[in-house]
């Protein structure tokens, strides 16, 4: 006689596993992180095997002799948190500063809330912000690429593409002049300009962001609606008025945008569960990234829209919930 199992959801048997979800986003940022290491040399590579050292050495200590469960370092997770944190940092920040990145994004971000898949917030991106906040100077300070593959510290530095633009517009120039600056876009796609370690080249991101659809880690609506939304409504603002808003073209290669739709924005404790309630997620970081850029202080604003978003994404959560089955609706 066949007995039967009664258990809790879920009950949808698939052979892919939590380690090989993180394993497969690792794989996905080697492009980006090859071409990192091109561009900014061994300041990238210390910083990149510092940040992914710490990050599971804190992710350790903390599971066993804080919270005193087995540790799950294996699984990958710390990994891509250290791997991302230093895609998020100039080349030449100094070290000490991005181990106490580390500490936050891992120590406070993460296991406060109990470890993988109950982070409320993008780990990551709160050890960037954390950074930014409390050492501006050295978070603002980027490294030009190709002449400091060898160089550490005293690196020839120069301004984001959106420093520019944010620059010249502060000092009331027009816009052909402050394109005359800024670099062309086949640079920007390739990835030969300043700014942090692994989000300058949309290439190598966007050939990761189909790797990880490809293996099904993330799936479409996020990062398209994300990258949609930005061109869409930055496209709008340029039609208003082109000599005081650049063209949407630009938004999407310059700064932090590919690396946060296609990695930060669809983590997945981090944002919602239905299809519905992705698009709306990623057409809110669209919008707030293309205001912040636009009207705010900062002239990159990825990493705030996509924080701001994961705060409301038990809101969205609920809104969009699936109906249960044999749900009765009730009309009227």
């Known amino acids: 006689m066949n007995l039967l199992t009664v258990s809790g959801s879920p009950h949808v048997f698939d052979k892919i596993t939590i380690s090989k979800i993180m394993w497969g986003v690792v794989i996905s940022l080697i492009p980006a ?8 040399g061994i300041g990238a590579i210390l910083l990149t ?8 050495l804190f992710e350790y200590l903390i599971q066993t002799y804080i919270m005193k469960e087995p540790a799950t370092i294996s699984d990958g997770s710390a990994v891509i948190t250290g791997v991302l944190l230093a895609f998020n940092v100039p080349s030449n920040l100094p070290v000490w500063q991005l181990i106490i990145g580390c500490l936050v994004a891992i120590g406070i971000a993460k296991m406060s809330y109990g470890g993988l898949g109950k982070n409320p917030f993008n780990p990551a991106l709160i050890g960037r912000v954390f950074l930014l906040i409390s050492f501006p100077v050295d978070m603002t300070s980027w490294p030009l690429p190709v002449a400091n593959r060898l160089v550490l510290t005293d690196a020839i530095t120069g301004p984001t593409s959106l420093g520019i633009l944010k620059e010249g517009l502060l000092n009331k120039e027009t ?26 080249s949309a290439l190598a991101l966007i050939i990761g962001g189909f790797f990880m659809l490809y293996k099904k880690i993330i799936t479409w609506p996020i990062p398209v609606s994300y990258i949609l939304s930005v061109f869409v409504f930055a496209g709008i603002l340029h039609l208003i008025n082109p000599e005081l808003y650049i063209d949407p073209v630009f938004h999407l290669l310059a700064g932090g945008l590919m690396l946060g739709a296609i990695y930060m924005a669809t983590d997945m404790s981090t944002s919602p569960m239905t299809t519905n309630g992705m698009l709306v997620y990623g057409l809110g970081c669209g ?12 002239p990159e604003g990825v990493s705030f829209a996509i924080l701001i978003m ?23």
């Not at 992180?33 to 900014?40: A, E, G, T």
């Not at 095997?49 to 599971?56: D, E, K, M, N, Y």
């Open 33 to 40: 992180m090859l071409v990192s290491f091109w561009y900014f």
């Open 49 to 56: 095997v510092t940040a992914v050292f710490f990050c599971v």
């Open 175 to 200: 816009m052909p002049d402050i394109m005359s600056k800024l670099p062309d876009y086949s640079q920007m796609f390739l990835g030969n300009i300043g700014g942090s370690v692994g989000e300058v």
């Open 287 to 298: 919008i707030l990234t293309v205001l912040i850029r636009i009207f705010g202080a900062y």
């Open 310 to 332: 994961n705060a409301t994404v038990p809101l969205i959560n609920r809104g969009f919930k699936p109906k249960r089955f044999g749900e009765v609706v009730k009309n009227g």
